[in-house]
């Protein structure tokens, strides 16, 4: 169905080929993955599938790049609109109308078919993408997987026999992610389309991956393959995949289930063995944050209900939950947004939403999940400038702080062309550089690859390491098993679980990372603890 | 993170002038022929010699001609330079710009002066180049008289108009800076004054009643009617074309260097003028792997 046939593509001014001497091949109906780290070269790649590489970027393409018979070099990427369907990151800038019937009849419009054949393409793409009872709303009332969802309807409307996704749930909370991703499975299994997805949540995609096209962007060749192979040797892999690589079983399982067949003779090994012990739980730090019986009601909804919880300096809080209990509203009064509707919120000893904005940035730092909106200026060096100003820091303070939090950053980039990971670093500078006791973030693992999730598993580490308090709301359970030291459930705005991490975490069928799923019941949580594990039984043995 | 996609241009692209509608020999040449003929539709009155009582016959119905002949002329530079040169991006470029140039003026269609409706042409045909600038002022307007339900007579004369501006902005000397910003709100104040009074010209002659001191006397050479002409704009548009010229020339002082960033940023990101090669292939060989 795709063909590269040795295929080299320069940006034009680049002294490197993106892509070099890239052979691969994806057949009929198969759903392909593309794995690399961010920079790598996965979105070109998929752009040159439909020819807007090179026909809208620019640049020298050698080689032949061929979907269904046709040539990119002959073809441009309007001739290609039928076969190819193209979606990306953030839906809604792909919008061109208002209301969903109407965004799924647009692609077919401008292919300009039949009326009576655009109705029912538009039932059926409401029905394979489950958006009936969608139908009417207006785009910008939707959340981010539906509006996602809708994105990839108005692709399927035009009958492409090949789907391209790049980064698809990248802006997406995760319980989105997931909605969008098991979409994406049904369409590959019910309609037997050809999918390329470049995708940085793969514990969700793996096991439904026919194969993996790995580019690992340091120069080596693309290394191309069935999925359990090519994972074998990846740099950048899902903690189930590292657990399977650990223990060295074969064929490396990609679902909890192959693993958890395969995960006898480890359980035995580990016998005897216990993780680390949590942080103390009784800590005499300072308190830095208190809720005592704190409610927030917005008109006749409860989000938060008397909640009493505190939060000591070099803890790290998970608060977890589904998407509309509570979290996020916890962390933004906490942030001083308004004060709740009774009971006191507190962030060293203060009610914050007292304080003055210079003030209550040196107490308390909120990163958004969107770490775009606290940016605006147009480089990465103004808004560092415009950070110190604004919070009356020597100059050069808030630069300073971004060169420890991710290194290199260019000074001239405008803040819209960084990547997600890079976005959060200027946002957690901007947030750091005034040294806050208290950090909050707000799902801050959306958008990031496995590096930049290790980075900031560190970051948050040393942070708690060095006496500041940090709250993480958050669906990113992973996260919450390497950085966590305690964790709180809540539940229609009432705090329905709160102790260690460990405790909460693997107790529960939702919350528990991959390791914890395999090795149930033993309380594992990461593939680093039982690295360390077995490294000490060796040494023992 | 690494870096990312490293498709952004080159510098050579990010601080230089790109042609995203590019002048080629026919298209230049009908520019230049229609140009001319917009030049004779304004300023026929001045030149007019010999016999006045045909002149005066004339003088109600020449205007007409020019409204006849100038929309088909334009639509024949827009063709020549669509040709090859206008891809998807530049359209979609374009359709954006006219919309938001068009939208500016739907909040104020000219009341007292307040039409910011070049303040986004001048930046754009800057930064996008002349032939942008010309494409872009036409579209303004046409879409705007749409809006607006400003069509009428004048509106090929202001399509031409607006134009010229956007034509002129391109062609700008390359300073940067702060002498960048001071040179485009010169040019929008300077544009908005000659804009209006060379509006003013196309009905003066019938406008301006036939016995007063500014009236058009047919034939009577140039010197005296460019004189009842200046008088005629000095009493009726001079203060609005005034009052025009200060908020465009104010709105690029002030937001001259976001647009400006905006401008650039996004003709950098669409990759402009940036070529698109395709190399040979090297001895393909048919036996592709893993098929």
Redesign the interface.
Known sequence: MIRFSDVTFTYDGAEHPTLERVELAVGEGELCVVVGPTGSGKTTLLRAINGLVPHFTGGRLAGEVLVDGRSTREFRPRELADVVGMVGQNPAASFVTEVVEDELAYTMENLGLAPDAMRRRVEDALDLLSLHELRNRPLATLSGGQQQRVAIGAVLTASPRVLVLDEPTSALDPAAAEEVLSSLTRLVHDLGLTVLLAEHRLERVLPFADSVVLIPGDGRALVVGPAAEVMRNSPVAPPLVDLGRLAGWSPLPLSVRDARRQAGPLRLRLEGAAPRPPLSADLITPVEARLSKASVHYDRVVALDVVSLEVRAGEVVAIMGRNGSGKSTLLSHLAGARPPTSGTVAVGGVDPSSLAPRALVARVGLVPQDAGIILYSDSVGSECAAADRDTGLPPGTTAAVLERVLPGLPVDRHPRDLSEGQRLALALAIVLAPAPPLILLDEPTRGLDYPGKARLVRLLTELAASGHAVLIATHDVELVAQVATRAVVLAEGEVVADGPARDVVCHSPVFAPQVAKVLAPDPWLTVDEIRDALNVEIVHG | ??????????D??RHSQVAVVRLRPRASVLLAVTTLVGVVGFTWPLFLHGNAAAGQAHAADAPWIFIAVLPLLLAAVLSALAEGSLD??AIALLGILAACGAALRVPSPGVAGFEPVFFLLIPAGRVLGRGFGFVLGVLTIVASALITGGVGPWLPFQMFGAAWIGFGAGCLPPVRGRFEIGMLAGYAAVACILFGTVLNMWFWPFGAGTHTSFSFVPGAGLIHNLHSFILFDLTTSLGFDLTRAITNGVLVLVLGR?VL?ALR?ASR?A?F??????????C?TNE????
Do not use: F, I
């Open positions: 993170m690494a870096e990312p996609r490293s498709d952004l241009a080159p050579a692209v998807a991006k976001p960033a940023r990101r990759a003028g940036v070529p698109v090669v395709h190399e040979p292939t090297p393909l592709a792997p893993g098929d």
